[in-house]
């Protein structure tokens, strides 16, 4: 499963098979929903046009601090600036609390809501901008597919957002040409 910043960069879907078809996801609501759930809101109404746009605009911030960290960047003061103050937005407490491992610190939000769903987006952007390795972020090499990914693989060596989609379609496309050139 793709991290959950990944997930909202590429909310904005391209068909994968070259046909040119587009979806914003962020506008189908059982996609929303779903995203939306795994970012810790209790999806009880979904965002309105406002809140949904304000998703749009974050995918756009963290497309763009993506491209730049791909191409060896360091992200703008201001898109840095922005990101900092969705997370302030989105504050947490820790607190001590009996698990079933026995005392435990567990991080409470503070918001809920949109303010909660993209905080959280935001902490899972940071965490792999902070901890993880520039280098392994990459776009699909379908280029019918531009999803981008984090490639943990352990030798850096994915390079298909799904290998049985795009890999496969792509490979597929590579053997019919090949016997077509090689076809008298």
Not at 24 to 36: A, H
Not at 59 to 83: C, I
Not at 134 to 144: E, G, H, L, M, S
Not at 168 to 183: D, F, G, P, Y
């Amino acid at each position: 499963m793709d991290p959950l910043w990944a997930d909202l960069v590429n909310s904005d879907w391209h068909d994968y098979r070259g046909s040119g078809a587009r979806e914003d996801r962020i506008s189908n609501d059982g996609w929303l929903r779903r995203f939306l759930a795994r970012s810790g809101w209790a999806v009880d109404r979904l965002p309105d046009v406002r809140g949904r746009e304000s998703l749009r605009q974050l995918r756009r911030l963290m497309r763009r601090v993506t491209d730049a960290v791909r191409s060896g960047r360091r992200p703008s003061t201001a898109d840095v600036k922005t990101l900092n103050r969705i997370l302030e937005a989105a504050p947490l407490v820790r607190r001590l609390a009996r698990g079933p491992a026995g005392t435990e610190v567990v991080l409470e939000p503070l918001a809920d809501g949109l303010d909660l769903a993209m905080g959280e987006v935001v902490a899972s952007f940071a965490a792999m901008l902070a901890e993880g390795e520039p280098t392994r972020i990459k776009i699909c090499a379908n280029p019918d597919c531009r999803w981008v990914m984090y490639d943990s693989s352990r030798n850096q060596s994915r390079r298909w957002c799904d290998k049985k989609d795009c890999g496969n379609l792509i490979k597929v496309r590579r053997h019919r040409r090949r016997q077509r050139e090689q076809s008298p």
